[in-house]
């Protein structure tokens, strides 16, 4: 059973800084692309970031690009995702997802995701 944990979530100020982490288990971690996504209230699930099972390619958001990076720790089994220069705009609930198929590239859309952990919120303030 794939279960998913994230971490590191909170209230910060705009300009701020925050780093999640999630922790897998349940089948072999390196072999999967695993990708970033949130929602923010009233709004659809969107895709963050994303980072193969070989560590690269690695996509971003196009409205994260430059502040957010993606990275992953294959014996610790867990991808991080550290975000800085943080806007009201990022306030969401922030949720971690591994891909379907081994030995995949990450993409953009959450059908490709099998699992999901339960979130982690994080709150820019102004």
């Not at 959450?110 to 982690?120: E, H, L, V």
Request: with cysteine; net charge positive.
């Amino acid at each position: 059973q794939v279960q998913l944990v994230e971490s590191g979530g909170g209230l910060v100020q705009t300009g701020g800084s925050l780093r999640l982490s999630c922790a897998a288990s349940g089948r072999t971690f390196k072999n999967y692309a695993m990708g970033w996504f949130r929602q923010a209230p009233g709004k659809e699930r969107e895709f963050v970031a994303g980072i193969s099972w070989s560590g690269g390619p690695i996509s971003y958001a196009d409205s994260v690009k430059g502040r957010f990076t993606i990275s992953r720790d294959n014996p610790k089994n867990t991808v991080e995702l550290q975000m800085n220069s943080l806007k009201p705009e990022a306030t969401a609930v922030y949720y971690c997802a591994q891909h379907r198929s081994p030995f995949s590239v990450a993409v953009p859309t959450s059908k490709s995701y099998q699992y999901w952990g339960q979130g982690t919120q994080v709150t820019v303030s102004s």
